[in-house]
């Protein structure tokens, strides 16, 4: 048997390819829509992809399942354990298997059992994995959005990002039985994430690719409660918020996407067209570095700088699906990568770019403060501190008479700022900060800033508090 592991950053987001070398058959399990690297992988490894998978209709990237069927031919392997609402709705079912639990497949030599693990979503599957050219017992289990290093999946996704009131309850209970189920299997087991640290669909994912699941019985927090109450409020309790998009993702993986090689290429447009648009109000994000969008920039657009792998997940906050988005990219050079990486979260209405150059003349620039700067305004008690971290974030610890809004709810919520103040936005490092700052200003915003110092920085040099009960 023959195991790769792929690891999209931006999304941390793993995917597998599984093949028996004797048959050169290949399975892949939760791809995303850059298909690419499986199909390298196969024909390096002299592998055909005769089968694809995934444990669950995923809600942070755009499946690549169809998109490899359409590539290679193979057959579609999808779960049929959901209710009505979370069923797969394929317009061709000759090439597609609906899996229930328990159900068995081969890819040549290798034994593929699906275990159905509701809780993260009611359709959810886990797959056993046994090599039977060497052994009669199973090596491990592929648990997509299950079971995580260190963390197990949350429940509330349903109702807080696809808007199914009263399901999150009902999911933790499920992930709890889910969870004792696995109780019950070998500690030998390997255990083959969908998911590492930095990802919205758990609270606490460990950073290491895989585990065991002895391992995970021993430290993982989820497998230390035997009642039900109190497993699930742990669960629920603390959830980072849901991006905004994961509702788009919910239903274009359940409907289909089309595919990408019916896309169109954005052009590069010149600076009439630049100056046209951001009038007309699209939304213009500027992916280069955060130091050069504060020393020169143009109002209306929005600061998302590529510098950190989470800019695809901040930009899946604030695009609208329905309309165009245009880009500002640092270079030609990194178009491919984004154009990979925003398509991988469905965002195919790329409609044109620019480069440093086209912008020219009407730029500005945004003000960027210190801590000590703020600490000689306090007194005088004319400034707002915006506090754009998560909301554990700002329980825990936050600048004292700070307003909360985090970053992805505010262009929801201007209004609840003043006009006639300075606002100071703030996070942990000057990233997200600057985001908000360049929507504020977008906004109509005149008196606006962005903190530049870290956490360890600002609360050191002014007055916090917690909110923590």
């Not at 639990?101 to 509701?118: K, S």
């Not at 993982?220 to 742990?234: I, T, Y």
Request: glycine share 8%; with cysteine; aromatic share 10%.
């Amino acid at each position: 048997m023959l195991l790769r592991y792929f690891y999209d950053e931006a999304l941390a987001q793993a995917s597998y390819l599984v093949g028996c070398a004797k048959t050169g058959e290949a399975m892949v399990v939760d791809p995303i829509r850059d298909v690419e690297p499986y199909l390298h992988v196969a024909r390096r490894e002299g592998l055909h992809i005769t089968h694809v998978t995934e444990t669950h209709i995923h809600a942070d990237f755009v499946s690549g399942l169809r998109e490899l069927v359409a590539r290679t031919g193979a057959r579609a392997y999808v779960s049929d354990m959901g209710d009505a609402n979370w069923k797969y709705e394929f317009d061709d079912d000759r090439n597609v298997v609906r899996l229930r639990d328990g159900d068995i497949w081969m890819v040549g030599n290798i034994r593929v059992q699906a275990l159905h693990t509701p809780g993260h979503t009611p359709e959810h599957l886990s797959f056993m994995i046994t090599d039977t050219a060497v052994a009669d017992e199973p090596m491990g289990v592929f648990t997509g959005d299950f079971l995580f290093v260190g963390d197990v999946g949350r429940p509330d996704l349903l109702e807080e990002a696809a808007g199914l009131v009263g399901t999150k309850e009902v999911g933790a209970r499920q992930q709890f039985d889910s969870v004792q189920r696995f109780k019950a299997l070998p500690d030998y087991l390997q255990i083959w994430p969908g998911h590492g640290a930095g990802s919205a669909c758990g609270k606490a994912l460990g950073a290491i690719p895989s585990t065991t699941l002895g391992y995970e019985r021993r430290f993982n927090p989820a497998f230390r409660f035997s009642d039900q109450a109190a497993f699930v409020r742990w669960l629920l309790d603390g959830q980072p918020e849901p991006p905004r998009y994961f509702a788009q993702m919910k239903r274009v993986n359940k409907v289909g996407v089309p595919l990408l090689s019916s896309l169109p290429a954005p052009q590069r447009l010149g600076r009439a067209e630049l100056h046209a648009v951001l009038e007309q109000g699209a939304l213009v994000v500027d992916l280069r570095p955060r130091e050069d969008y504060a020393r020169a920039s143009l109002t209306g657009t929005v600061s998302i700088p590529m510098d950190s792998s989470a800019y695809v997940t901040w930009i899946g906050w604030f695009v609208e699906y329905d309309k165009p988005l245009y880009l500002i990219l640092p270079s030609e050079d990194h178009l491919t990568a984004v154009l990979r990486n925003l398509r991988n979260i469905g965002v195919d209405r790329v409609a044109g770019y620019w480069l440093p150059d086209d912008v020219g003349e009407r730029v500005t620039t945004l003000p960027v403060w210190t801590s000590a700067q703020v600490a000689e305004r306090l007194p005088q008690n004319g400034l707002v501190l915006l506090d754009v971290r998560g909301k554990a974030e700002f329980t825990r610890r936050h600048i004292r008479g700070a307003k909360h809004i985090p970053l992805g709810f505010l262009p929801r919520q201007l209004a609840s700022l003043p006009s006639d103040r300075w606002i100071i936005a703030y996070c942990s490092s000057g990233y997200r900060s600057l985001v908000a700052a360049s929507w504020l200003r977008r906004a109509g915003f005149a008196q606006v800033a962005t903190l530049q110092d870290s956490e360890d920085r600002w609360a050191e040099t002014l007055p916090v508090e917690s909110s923590a009960q």
